[in-house]
Structure formats: structure tokens, C-alpha cells
């Protein structure tokens, strides 16, 4: 009889704890403290939204060397973009903004961090829609205004910028792809890439879609396209073996289909998964695997 009782009162309060600990991590401002206290980590880092023709960006960035001409550009992943695998987020503000915990590693001169639409910025930008996050999250108007970002960001600086390496977390890792196969631009020229490095990066949405049997995301464009275009930037594509979401054998198959042997790398990391380890790891990630940085 009394351990009857205790187990209906005890269990109610665990349920309770664990409701309220998924409320608190799900919350925009827990999210928002998460990426605060990434950014404190460094004293020398700087933080501030910037309004493109499209959307709203949060940025962070270091800029040590002004007259460097080489700047090295982070973009986010998809973020919270899907609360279960059928339910849209109503805020895709990521829970663990990883591409942000690598930039805070990343030790060169001349470092920037670009979050992607609506994120951190959701209540404020009124041109937020739930397809940027999920079907459009690759689309013509994401990947204009990250590049139009750069664009306002190296203007503001007064950086003489001749040369960039992308990185991109997860779908940051697709849009990086996306940008460096740019042909054209509305006014501004073309920057030079000088590598592109994805991490547990979806490259090809539409095999992406059919492994996990999901929509197709329609609205977001593709590189299985821009095969030659691909073949003059040199890439470096890291995956883990334990991920589940972007497995390694779908950016191997990737590489296969686009021609890209001899120009792109792929580094399985054994015991990584999408989310671990990379920022954890990213310093000693760099120094293996990417000469760029000595």
C-alpha cells in the first residue's frame, strides 16, 4: 500500500521536472542565452543584426587584421527548423547553434558568423515565413540575402576582401555550396572562394528527402546542376560516422555523381554524429585537415 502511494506521488513531480526542463530548453530565450554565452567566450568577438532587401541576420564576427584580404565566413545550420517530423517549428532559432561554437574556434584574423533567416530574428521580421525554414530553406531569396550580408558586412568594415573561404554547419553546408557556385551577381562582383568546407552537410536535398521519405523541399535549389561549376572550387567535406541525419554515404554518393573526385575531400570522422563533436573537436578538425590554416 505505501509504496503504491509513493510511486503516484513521486511520479507526477518527475513528469513535472521533465516537462518543464523541454519548456525551458525550447524557450526563445533559452536559445538566445545559448548563443550570448557562446559569443562571451571570447572577449574579442562582436555581435549585431544586419537588414539585407530580404531578411534580417544575426552576424558575429572578429576582425583583428583589417588589411588582411582573406575572410573566413560561417553560416548556421538549419536550426530548430522542425518540432517532430511532420510539425514545422514556429521559430527556427537553432536549440545549440553549432556553426557558431566552431566560429568561436577558429583562431584566424578575419572571421564572420552569419545566422540564417529568422533566426534569433523571428519576432522582429516581418518577412519571416515558415517556408524560409523548411520547403525554401535553400531558395533564390536565402541565398541572395546571405550573400548580400557579406556584401554589406565587408562595405561597412572597409575590408579589401579578395578571397573567402565558406564553412557551413548542416544546411549552412549547402547554401556555402550554393553561394561559391555563383555565376552572376546583381551589381557587386564575384569574390573569389578560395575553399568551401561543409559539415555533416545535406548536398543533394532530393536523395536527403528520399532516405528519410520526407516532401521534397521544392522550393530550394539544387547544386546536381552546377557539376562544372563545382569542379573548379576546391571543397572539403566532413562527415560523421555515426550520423543518421546526413549520412556519410549520401555525400559520398554526392561526390560520385557531381565528378568531383580529385577536387573534393571527404573526411568521415569515426564516432561523430550530426551534432557531436564538432565544435568540441573543430580546432584539431582545422589543423588535420585543412593547410588553409598555417
Not at 574556434?105 to 564572420?112: C, E, F, H, S, T
Not at 530553406?137 to 554589406?152: F, H, M, N, T, W
Amino acid at each position: 500500500m505505501y509504496s503504491r502511494l509513493f510511486i503516484f506521488i513521486i511520479l507526477p513531480s518527475l513528469v513535472v521536472v521533465s516537462l518543464s526542463g523541454c519548456f525551458v530548453r525550447y524557450s526563445i530565450d533559452a536559445r538566445n542565452q545559448t548563443f550570448n554565452e557562446v559569443i562571451r567566450r571570447s572577449a574579442d568577438l562582436q555581435t549585431e543584426t544586419l537588414q539585407t532587401r530580404y531578411f534580417k541576420h544575426r552576424i558575429v564576427y572578429r576582425i583583428t587584421r583589417p588589411g588582411e584580404k582573406h575572410l573566413v565566413v560561417y553560416i548556421e545550420g538549419d536550426g530548430f527548423a522542425w518540432d517532430g517530423k511532420y510539425q514545422a517549428s514556429d521559430d527556427p532559432t537553432p536549440l545549440d547553434p553549432v556553426a557558431a561554437r566552431m566560429m568561436q574556434q577558429d583562431g584566424r584574423a578575419n572571421v564572420l558568423y552569419i545566422a540564417r533567416p529568422c533566426q534569433y530574428t523571428r519576432a522582429s521580421d516581418d518577412r519571416c515565413e515558415e517556408k524560409y525554414w523548411t520547403s525554401h530553406r535553400y531558395s533564390k531569396q536565402v541565398i541572395a540575402s546571405i550573400d548580400e550580408a557579406i556584401e554589406l558586412f565587408i562595405n561597412r568594415q572597409g575590408l579589401d576582401v579578395n578571397a573567402m573561404t565558406l564553412i557551413g554547419y548542416s544546411g549552412g553546408g549547402t547554401l556555402a555550396m550554393l553561394l561559391a557556385t555563383q555565376t552572376t551577381r546583381p551589381v557587386r562582383p564575384i569574390r573569389p572562394i578560395s575553399m568551401v568546407i561543409t559539415v555533416a552537410s545535406n548536398l543533394d536535398h532530393r536523395a536527403w528527402s528520399r532516405y528519410h521519405q520526407v516532401t521534397p523541399l521544392q522550393g530550394s535549389e539544387e547544386l546536381t546542376g552546377r557539376a562544372e561549376r563545382l569542379r573548379a572550387i576546391p571543397q572539403l567535406h566532413l562527415s560523421g560516422s555515426e550520423d543518421r541525419i546526413v549520412p556519410a554515404n549520401l555525400t559520398e554518393q554526392f561526390i560520385s555523381d557531381m565528378g568531383l573526385a580529385g577536387i573534393a575531400r571527404l573526411r568521415v570522422m569515426k564516432g561523430f554524429d550530426h551534432k557531436c563533436c564538432w565544435a568540441d573537436e573543430w580546432q584539431d578538425i582545422l589543423r588535420n585537415n585543412y593547410q588553409g590554416l598555417n
